[in-house]
């Protein structure tokens, strides 16, 4: 996670003319939250209990599956 300043207006993202790799990017913005941020592995929530929620969630199949 990132968090740039809020004093500008621009971001430059370059990828070098030599790079061995396409430059692959997702930019997410929106206005600050003012909340708290916990975060463990993948998971990103308000409070460590919704965390571990989130963990036992995984675990037993209820986020659903993405097939690749």
């Known amino acids: 996670m990132v968090i740039f300043a809020q004093d500008g207006d621009?971001?430059?993202i370059a990828?070098?003319?030599n790079a061995q790799k396409?430059?692959?990017l997702l930019l997410i913005a929106g206005v600050p939250l003012n909340?708290?941020?916990v975060?463990?592995?993948p998971f990103v929530i308000n409070?460590?209990?919704e965390i571990m929620q989130?963990?036992?969630d995984y675990r037993n199949g209820r986020m659903g599956?993405?097939?690749?």
């Open 54 to 56: 989130a963990i036992e």
């Open 65 to 68: 599956r993405i097939n690749a």
């Open 15 to 17: 990828n070098p003319a």
């Open 39 to 41: 975060r463990y592995g």
């Open 10 to 12: 621009s971001l430059a």
């Open 47 to 49: 409070t460590e209990a």
């Open 35 to 37: 909340e708290p941020v």
């Open 22 to 24: 396409n430059l692959a």
